[in-house]
């Protein structure tokens, strides 16, 4: 895949256009056979043009706005744009009012010059880390397509949209991983920042204490682009870390739990490599990571959340909803405002607790997810669908129980299905943890 520093360099270079780019994108997003259909819930055509035109224009005059300027970018179907419904995935929503308004990361994706390719697809909702959508279709894994595997969720059609060249970057949401596990299936590299770093103002939630807006592309330098460009901050990269003597806490408590063959060999060689490199790798228990599940037993933030959002929707046009989808958030029905308020208290000794556990240390080191993407066939079975979502978004939800942010970049050998290794930070720390992956990342490619 080609990067956003590589697209602009051609861009700079005269060597193509943003109406090139464009065309190119919408070209693979509209091929009869390929992904489009289901990776977009809405393609921005003719938008998409104006906007290459209008950026080839300005590059005409002198003014590039943003790394981004002339750049196809997908958008998720959670997020507002002006004059248009927002369905999150969904048709219980079809009848809703347009929005009045942009979202404000709406708002700076275009302001930074990008183009706007189309909404992508997504778990009706944003409630599973799979990415099935039995109203709009399930976007194929890039990997093993004869097969039919899953592209992980929720960001689905954002990462598809990536992997098929629709689109050279995408924005997704990430409340348990919804962006990190699509990249990690998908071989991309995906970036969950803290949650308030931004703004998600125009986003429908699913979670609003969890809920986290990221994007997914070929590299972390190109994640670190579009989170400054999300964040409202000056585009100014992080250098890379030096490996040499970063330690980095793998977590032996669930972390590592359950990996298939093919993850826990591609992990062990990730580690060996930056082990080489000059990194200090310590296996530590953190007890905390198996008392999460106690903690969110009645359904935690995210059923009560959603089920406050939801209830009135759901009253009228629950038949409307995917099944797997509606039952997860009538859990939150039965949570009362004291479950809620031990949820709250809960977390901000958890976080304290594991925040001292990890002190000293850099960043943790884990698989994004434990196993290679399932097959679509073999998730039919509702027994299997449900365990499967739980074991998928293990890893990612406790960084964002954690508010902390994390990077997920692949690490499998090329031919091999992907895998995913997650570099992770407490709030905060996005920049370091961004710095520490474009050096984790070179230490890879290196090997």
Same mark, same amino acid.
């Given at each position: 895949?080609?990067?956003?520093?590589?697209?602009?360099?051609?861009?700079?270079?005269?060597?193509?256009?943003?109406?090139?780019?464009?065309?190119?994108?919408?070209?693979?997003?509209?091929?009869?056979?390929?992904?489009?259909?289901?990776?977009?819930?809405?393609?921005?055509?003719?938008?998409?043009?104006?906007?290459?035109?209008?950026?080839?224009?300005?590059?005409?005059?002198?003014?590039?706005?943003?790394?981004?300027?002339?750049?196809?970018?997908?958008?998720?179907?959670?997020?507002? $744009?002006?004059? %248009?419904?927002?369905?999150?995935? #969904?048709?219980? @929503? +079809?009848?809703?009012? =347009?929005? !009045?308004? /942009?979202?404000?990361?709406?708002?700076?994706?275009?302001?930074?010059?990008?183009?706007?390719?189309?909404?992508?697809?997504?778990?009706?909702?944003?409630?599973?880390?799979?990415?099935?959508?039995?109203?709009?279709?399930?976007?194929?894994?890039?990997?093993?397509?004869?097969?039919?595997?899953?592209?992980?969720?929720?960001?689905?059609?954002?990462?598809?949209?990536?992997?098929?060249?629709?689109?050279?970057?995408?924005?997704?949401?990430?409340?348990?991983?919804?962006?990190?596990?699509?990249?990690?299936?998908?071989?991309?590299?995906?970036?969950?920042?803290?949650?308030?770093? $931004?703004?998600? %103002?125009?986003?429908?939630?699913? #979670?609003?204490? @969890? +809920?986290?807006?990221? =994007?997914? !592309?070929? /590299?972390?330098?190109?994640?670190?682009?579009?989170?400054?460009?999300?964040?409202?901050?000056?585009?100014?990269?992080?250098?890379?870390?030096?490996?040499?003597?970063?330690?980095?806490?793998?977590?032996?408590?669930?972390?590592?739990?359950?990996?298939?063959?093919?993850?826990?060999?591609?992990?062990?060689?990730?580690?060996?490599?930056?082990?080489?490199?000059?990194?200090?790798?310590?296996?530590?228990?953190?007890?905390?990571?198996?008392?999460?599940?106690?903690?969110?037993?009645?359904?935690?933030?995210?059923?009560?959340?959603?089920?406050?959002?939801?209830?009135?929707?759901?009253?009228?046009?629950?038949?409307?909803?995917?099944?797997?989808?509606?039952?997860?958030?009538?859990?939150?029905?039965?949570? /009362?405002?004291?479950?809620?308020?031990?949820?709250?208290?809960?977390?901000?000794?958890?976080?304290?607790?594991?925040?001292?556990?990890?002190?000293?240390?850099?960043?943790?080191?884990?698989?994004?997810?434990?196993?290679?993407?399932?097959?679509?066939?073999?998730?039919?079975?509702?027994?299997?669908?449900?365990?499967?979502?739980?074991?998928?978004?293990?890893?990612?939800?406790?960084?964002?129980?954690?508010?902390?942010?994390?990077?997920?970049?692949?690490?499998?050998?090329?031919?091999?299905?992907?895998?995913?290794?997650?570099?992770?930070?407490?709030?905060?720390?996005?920049?370091?943890?961004?710095?520490?992956?474009?050096?984790?990342?070179?230490?890879?490619?290196?090997?």
């Amino acid at each position: 895949m080609t990067t956003l520093a590589d697209l602009q360099n051609a861009l700079m270079r005269g060597e193509t256009t943003a109406a090139a780019l464009a065309e190119a994108a919408l070209s693979k997003a509209q091929a009869p056979g390929g992904e489009g259909a289901r990776v977009f819930t809405k393609l921005y055509a003719e938008r998409a043009r104006a906007m290459a035109a209008a950026s080839d224009a300005l590059r005409a005059s002198g003014i590039v706005r943003s790394p981004l300027e002339g750049i196809p970018v997908s958008i998720k179907d959670l997020f507002d $744009v002006a004059g %248009e419904t927002t369905r999150a995935g #969904s048709v219980a @929503l +079809d009848d809703a009012p =347009p929005a !009045a308004c /942009s979202a404000p990361v709406v708002d700076r994706l275009i302001a930074a010059g990008a183009v706007l390719v189309g909404r992508t697809n997504m778990t009706e909702f944003a409630y599973s880390g799979l990415g099935l959508n039995p109203h709009y279709g399930t976007p194929l894994n890039p990997f093993d397509r004869a097969t039919g595997r899953i592209p992980g969720g929720s960001s689905s059609g954002a990462a598809v949209s990536v992997t098929d060249g629709m689109a050279a970057a995408a924005i997704g949401s990430d409340t348990g991983g919804s962006v990190r596990i699509p990249a990690a299936l998908c071989g991309l590299t995906g970036f969950k920042p803290t949650a308030c770093r $931004v703004p998600r %103002e125009g986003a429908l939630p699913l #979670s609003t204490t @969890l +809920d986290s807006i990221g =994007p997914l !592309a070929a /590299s972390v330098a190109c994640c670190a682009v579009l989170d400054a460009i999300l964040a409202g901050e000056p585009v100014d990269l992080p250098q890379p870390a030096s490996l040499a003597g970063l330690r980095f806490a793998v977590p032996t408590t669930l972390a590592l739990d359950g990996l298939d063959e093919t993850v826990g060999a591609a992990f062990e060689a990730a580690r060996e490599r930056l082990a080489r490199a000059g990194a200090r790798i310590e296996e530590i228990a953190v007890p905390e990571f198996a008392r999460l599940a106690e903690i969110n037993a009645k359904g935690g933030f995210t059923a009560s959340e959603a089920w406050h959002w939801h209830r009135g929707l759901i009253e009228k046009a629950a038949d409307r909803y995917d099944p797997r989808v509606v039952g997860r958030i009538r859990r939150g029905a039965e949570m /009362s405002a004291a479950d809620y308020l031990d949820v709250l208290a809960a977390r901000r000794a958890w976080i304290a607790a594991v925040e001292r556990r990890i002190a000293g240390f850099d960043a943790l080191l884990m698989p994004t997810v434990p196993v290679i993407a399932p097959t679509i066939a073999e998730l039919a079975d509702d027994a299997r669908y449900g365990a499967a979502n739980l074991l998928i978004l293990r890893n990612p939800t406790l960084i964002n129980f954690l508010d902390g942010c994390a990077l997920s970049l692949p690490c499998h050998a090329q031919g091999t299905a992907p895998v995913g290794l997650m570099i992770a930070g407490t709030a905060g720390q996005d920049r370091r943890i961004l710095s520490i992956g474009l050096a984790v990342e070179a230490a890879l490619a290196g090997a």
